[in-house]
Every structure is written in structure tokens, then in C-alpha cells.
């Protein structure tokens, strides 16, 4: 029992260390904004719960102590996560940050046009 | 909906009176009577039974864990990749979606699937623009994982 417990801790965490890995190298290596906030709002939100997790099962299977704010903590990043990033993006984009040279296709220029004028950036 | 999980717990503290067992088994088994009550008299309620928008809920909850899974393995995939390959594009996406929460949640969804953040609303809530990091390849099948997000978040919300 001990054993599956601690097998359970041991992947929860670590898979939590990889996708938090893969969020520093994705902000090192990703060419623009947009493209990083992809990397920092889906890794970073599933490694932080998945540290909770393994954190949450740790104290409750070989503690003995169950403890459900760390199971409100997940759920709080769960929501918040991707409402981060969509805020960072779209006041980046009205504050006037270049999209990377290789963007394809840009529908957002056209929609904000008139803002962005009145404004006066 | 919530006038029949009123009735529902009604239902159940007059079981609980009637047999005088005053205890969260009595509660619990007075719940499973009110709600068979309930859906014996379905026909006399306006809006349909509140169970099978629980139902949509809870699938829309295991949906929502598959795609941060899916999600994640796919940014795995794109970072660790010896050469950078995208071309990431803004497009336009035009919803049926009515209600405030329903494109909140529908947005949240869309920000934790593959390859997409949704980067503004417009102003008449009618199309939400979204940065996507692989144009190419992938602007169809978001277009039909997003139908079937769609699809589940009008299943929840349909009277």
C-alpha cells in the first residue's frame, strides 16, 4: 500500500517538474509574445496541479491528513490559467506588440483599427 | 432547473419527517424517492429534468481535463522539437453562443485546447479571434473539436 501510495506521489510530481521544464524552455525558445503565452498558460496550469496533486496525495495517504484546500488550490488555477493569458495577450496586442515575421494571417488589425486610432498609440 | 432541486430537497425533509429518521442516510434515501417522484412527473414541468444537466456537466468536465492533456502533449511535442516549425496566425470565429458564462467557459475551453489562445471577444459577443500556432495543418480539426465544444456547452445550457 505504501508502495502504490508512493508510486502515485512520485508520477504526480515528476510529471509536474517535466511540464514545468517544458514551460521555462518553451519561454526561452518560443520566437514571440503570443506563441510564449501558449507555452505559459497550458504547461505552467497542468504542472502546478499536478504538484498539488502529488503534494495533496502525499499528506493524505502516508499522513494521514486530508486536506481539501489544496484540492480548492487546483481547482482556483484551473479556472484562472487560461484567463491570464488572454488578458496578457489582448493588452499586449491593443498596447501595440509586433506579432512574430512569420504570422501568417492577421483578422485582429482589421477589428481593431478604429480603437487602436482613437486612442491615439 | 433549480425549482426542481428545491423540490427535490423538499421532497427529501418530508420523508425524513414523515419516518421521523433524522439522519444523512435518511436524507440521502428520501433524495432517491423525491427524485424517482420526480421523474415519474416529468411531464408537468416546463424546462426537462435537472439530472440530465448534470449529466452534460460532468462530461463536460472530463472533456475539459482530456483537452489540458492533450493540450500539453502537443506544446511538449512543439517545444522540444529540434526546429522550430510553425506559422502562427490570428483568425476570426464566428459563435452561436448567447449567454456571458456560456463564451467565458467557451473561451477558457478553446485557450486550453491544442495550439489555440484566444487572444479578444469582439464587442457584440458574436466571434471570438484566436491566435493559432500551426495554421496549416490544424485550422480544421479546431474547427471541429470547437463544434463539439459547442455542441457540449449548448447541451448544459439548453432549457
Avoid at chain 1, 506521489?9 to 519561454?27: A, K, N, Q
Wanted: net charge positive.
Amino acid at each position: 500500500m505504501t508502495i502504490l501510495a508512493n508510486t502515485l506521489v512520485i508520477f504526480f510530481i515528476s510529471v509536474g517538474l517535466l511540464f514545468i521544464v517544458v514551460t521555462v524552455i518553451g519561454l526561452v525558445r518560443l520566437p514571440d509574445l503570443y506563441s510564449r503565452s501558449h507555452a505559459a498558460s497550458k504547461s505552467s496550469t497542468l504542472g502546478v496541479m499536478c504538484i498539488l496533486l502529488g503534494v495533496f496525495f502525499h499528506f493524505w495517504l502516508n499522513e494521514n491528513h486530508f486536506n481539501p484546500g489544496i484540492l480548492l488550490g487546483v481547482v482556483f488555477l484551473f479556472i484562472t490559467g487560461p484567463v491570464g493569458a488572454h488578458i496578457m495577450s489582448r493588452s499586449s496586442y491593443i498596447a501595440g506588440v509586433k506579432p512574430w515575421s512569420g504570422t501568417v494571417r492577421d483578422d485582429l488589425k482589421e477589428e481593431f483599427k478604429g480603437k487602436l486610432k482613437n486612442k491615439k498609440i | 432547473m433549480s425549482f426542481q432541486i428545491l423540490l427535490n430537497i423538499f421532497l427529501a425533509f418530508l420523508l425524513m419527517f414523515l419516518t421521523s429518521n433524522y439522519s444523512p442516510s435518511g436524507f440521502v434515501i428520501g433524495y432517491l424517492l423525491g427524485l424517482l417522484s420526480i421523474v415519474a412527473l416529468r411531464r408537468f414541468f416546463k424546462t426537462r429534468l435537472y439530472i440530465g444537466r448534470v449529466w452534460s456537466v460532468i462530461l463536460l468536465i472530463f472533456l475539459f481535463i482530456k483537452e489540458l492533456i492533450l493540450a500539453n502533449i502537443s506544446v511538449l511535442i512543439l517545444v522540444l522539437r529540434p526546429k522550430l516549425q510553425m506559422q502562427p496566425a490570428f483568425f476570426k470565429y464566428d459563435t452561436e453562443l448567447k449567454e456571458d458564462w456560456e463564451i467565458t467557459l467557451l473561451s477558457s475551453l478553446i485557450t486550453l485546447t491544442p495550439g489555440t489562445v484566444v487572444v479578444h471577444v469582439s464587442d457584440d459577443n458574436k466571434s471570438l479571434f484566436i491566435h493559432v500556432i500551426d495554421s496549416n495543418d490544424i485550422n480544421e480539426t479546431i474547427d471541429s473539436i470547437k463544434n463539439s465544444f459547442e455542441k457540449a456547452i449548448l447541451e448544459v445550457s439548453r432549457s
